[in-house]
């Protein structure tokens, strides 16, 4: 169906007649007669009750009007997903989970919107399932995550290790997790690991799957927890944050995942520089 006749229905409904209808959308009234009947023809029911002070929706018109806002919409989103932002060569959408966002993906940006004016990013956050639909229906470009799937047509690489330390508020915390241990959900790799470090850990109160706001909640309220070494960093060497120490390191890998057959100059470009961003983060 045509978007425009959608938007020339919501509009009549909106004013509440032909006549205002097409004062706002600066055409004839009677082009919006037409595209009305052209509707109507193609959905095969009568919309609008035509008199004297104006036009009324039937019951077939209400149940339309619905689904019309409903098609506007998902057609606004696409164009914003898969379109190409105006005045720019390439338009490219960027997933990743939020915790990798933080340092390592915000540097990327920043770095490749000064080096590639011509290239517009769309930055989405996400869990693996919702990253990984995006990419395989095509309305994400890349994204970085933990636990990828493979999936046919795509390509997963590994980006970097993430190195996931204990740190508390307090100086003097117990190498075993403790009352006010926060739990992040790291993903199933990490969750093996913590297993074996920890088999008498029966669990968190504060247990939380996404480590931006595990990290915020232990800053604002104080506590202990697992969290990658390059999102400590400044609080460490601030003395906000202590190493908890004779405690295990693990490591969890982060992948970066794309079309295997990549068409775009903006996309190799951009992976390009997302691997010199990781490398540039790991040997900082």
């Not at 117990?174 to 850990?201: K, M, Q, R, T, V």
Request: charged content about 20%; hydrophobic content about 45%.
């Amino acid at each position: 169906m045509d978007t425009e006749l959608a938007r020339t229905f919501l509009v009549v409904v909106a004013t509440g007649s032909f006549v205002d209808a097409a004062q706002k959308l600066h055409i004839t009234q009677s082009t919006v007669s037409a595209r009305i009947q052209r509707l109507e023809e193609h959905l095969g029911a009568e919309l609008f009750t035509r008199n004297k002070s104006g036009t009324t929706l039937t019951a077939a018109g209400r149940q339309f009007q619905r689904h019309a806002a409903s098609l506007i919409r998902i057609v606004e989103q696409a164009r914003q997903e898969i379109g190409v932002v105006s005045g720019f060569q390439a338009t490219l959408t960027i997933g990743g989970r939020i915790g990798l966002w933080e340092d390592l993906l915000l540097r990327w940006l920043s770095s490749f919107i000064a080096t590639q004016p011509g290239v517009a990013v769309r930055a989405v956050v996400g869990f693996e399932e919702d990253l990984m639909q995006g990419l395989i229906e095509g309305r994400i470009d890349a994204a970085v995550m933990y636990t990828p799937q493979a999936r046919p047509g795509l390509k997963v690489e590994l980006l970097l290790e993430e190195q996931l330390v204990m740190v508390s508020t307090r100086c003097n915390a117990a190498s075993e997790p403790e009352s006010d241990y926060i739990y992040i959900d790291w993903g199933a790799e990490f969750f093996g690991h913590h297993s074996l470090a920890f088999p008498n850990f029966s669990g968190a109160r504060a247990a939380m799957n996404v480590g931006w706001l595990g990290l915020q909640y232990m800053l604002a309220s104080g506590g202990t927890g697992y969290f990658p070494a390059r999102l400590i960093r400044e609080s460490e060497s601030q003395g906000i944050l202590h190493r908890v120490a004779n405690t295990p390191e693990f490591h969890i890998p982060a992948y970066l995942c794309f079309p295997s057959r990549i068409e775009s100059e903006a996309l190799e470009l951009a992976l390009a520089s997302m691997r010199q961003t990781a490398t540039a983060v790991q040997e900082h």
